[in-house]
């Protein structure tokens, strides 16, 4: 090997650095973003399904336990309740954490005519939330 080859070989490792940093730090932010997708259309309250919003901050953890929670109630309940976010960092969900002092972690939910009838901040666990779907379901329709 000549010294001029040298150079050329130590541009080919910094290239190779610089893309495996890159592609570590995508993959730190795409794990970090909520596992199971749910809308954000806030206009789906009050449209003749009852509502579960969950107010998430992707800066906070308290938000993504919940959402977890939600993952699990998800598949049981999705027919009969629209499951959706109200993303803290966008200005329709500031706007409706301030409507409904809901922060990070609070589960707001909705009749079918759109009436918020509980607020749970931060649910402790998954049967509690369970609990509140199911007086939710409950209510007699208005």
């Known amino acids: 090997m ?8 130590l541009r ?6 610089y893309t495996a940093i890159t592609v570590g730090v995508l993959a730190l932010v795409w794990s970090q973003l909520p596992r199971s997708p749910y809308s954000t259309d806030l206009t789906r309250i009050g449209q003749g399904q009852p509502a ?3 107010a998430y901050d992707i800066q906070s953890m308290g938000g993504m336990a919940v959402m977890a929670m939600m993952d699990d109630l998800r598949e049981e309940y ?5 499951f959706l976010v109200a993303p803290l ?12 002092e809901a922060d990070n972690g ?3 939910l909705f ?4 009436a918020a ?8 666990n998954t049967a509690e939330l369970k609990k509140e779907l199911d007086k939710l379901l409950a209510r007699p329709v208005e």
């Open 52 to 54: 579960l919003v969950l």
């Open 111 to 114: 009749s079918a005519t759109g």
């Open 12 to 17: 080919w490792h910094k290239w190779l650095i």
């Open 117 to 124: 009838t509980e607020t749970v901040h931060l649910p402790q």
């Open 89 to 100: 960092g966008a200005p329709h969900g500031q706007a409706f954490g301030r409507r409904f």
């Open 106 to 108: 609070s589960v707001v």
């Open 2 to 9: 000549t010294s001029a080859q040298q150079p050329g070989l």
């Open 78 to 82: 999705a027919d009969r309740i629209a």
